[in-house]
């Protein structure tokens, strides 16, 4: 009898929110499509007020759905299987596999049900989602040095270290102090995580990448790992996570019929700013 080999991983974490972990994630869903792999996304929990609609009914992040797509995948609840919509009042309303599950204050959420169900939840869609591709691209959440709620934070490295994920972590550097939430982020981490950690991407640039050299060098000497590429500023008008970013409103998305393209144009530019092999040597492709 033939095993069904599980598929193998790679997870984008960032050093902050809105530091481009969905735009990555996207890019990598259709570069490693590409290349002829099953490829599925993935994203344990998501706090999100933009939802889509998948065919059956479900309800995920629509910012999953588009990594779907980019994966040439029909979106499927299992790659957002924890979704919180927040109300107000620090209450979410709480979605399993795509269907509403309970209204939670913050607190009922961390303290009672995101190790004792969540996270279970997560890891059998996760595991489904292994028996049937290649690779899977997981997203995570915010940043993994939320030390106030490491404990809790299933979207992050208590994932990666359960499943043994390699990570790769996004920093922003259009926002400024990037090299210092790289350093900041690392020595943040628990030991046991900071083995997972096997390299970071430098997002947003805008300028001559030469005059970066000094600091990548000094980076990489204090942290102990690869930058692995630096990646300019990409226009593009896929929807984000929320109407608001940065608390500014954005321009309108495009339809839905046009993600592909725009999907093309984000994967071409992380194509020609990092090194896709050593990616996929880190993922074990």
């Known amino acids: 009898m033939t095993v069904a080999r599980k598929a193998k991983l790679i997870m984008v974490q960032g050093t902050s929110s809105g530091a481009g972990k969905s735009t990555i994630a996207i890019g990598l869903c259709r570069l490693l499509s590409d290349k002829g792999y099953k490829v599925a996304p993935f994203k344990a929990q998501n706090m999100s007020s933009n939802f889509f609609a998948t065919s059956g009914g479900a309800k995920m992040a629509q910012v999953q759905a588009i990594q779907a797509v980019a994966a040439r995948k029909e979106p499927d609840p299992k790659m957002n299987p924890i979704l919180l919509k927040p109300i107000g009042e620090y209450r979410s309303m709480v979605f399993l596999n795509g269907r509403f ?150 321009k309108a998305d495009i339809p839905q019929e046009s993600w592909n393209w725009q999907i093309d144009l984000v994967a071409k530019a992380i194509k020609e700013s990092i090194d896709i092999e050593k990616l996929m040597e880190v993922a074990g492709l």
């Open 101 to 250: 599950y309970s209204e939670m204050h913050a607190k009922e959420y961390y303290e009672k049900f995101v190790l004792q169900q969540g996270f279970v939840t997560a890891l059998k869609a996760l595991d489904t989602l292994r028996n049937e591709n290649d690779i899977v691209v997981i997203e995570g959440a915010g940043s993994p040095s939320e030390i106030n709620i490491a404990k809790y934070d299933i979207a992050n490295m208590l994932l990666a270290k359960k499943v043994g994920a390699p990570v790769i972590i996004v920093a922003d550097i259009e926002r400024g102090g990037c090299f210092a939430s790289i350093v900041g982020t690392m020595q943040l981490l628990k030991p046991a995580h900071r083995s997972l950690v096997k390299g970071f991407l430098i997002n947003k640039f805008r300028g001559d990448i030469t005059l970066l050299a000094p600091a990548v060098k000094e980076v990489q000497k204090i942290t102990k790992k690869r930058i692995l590429g630096i990646i300019p500023k990409i226009e593009f008008s896929l929807p984000e996570e929320d109407s608001l970013v940065g608390g500014i409103a954005k």
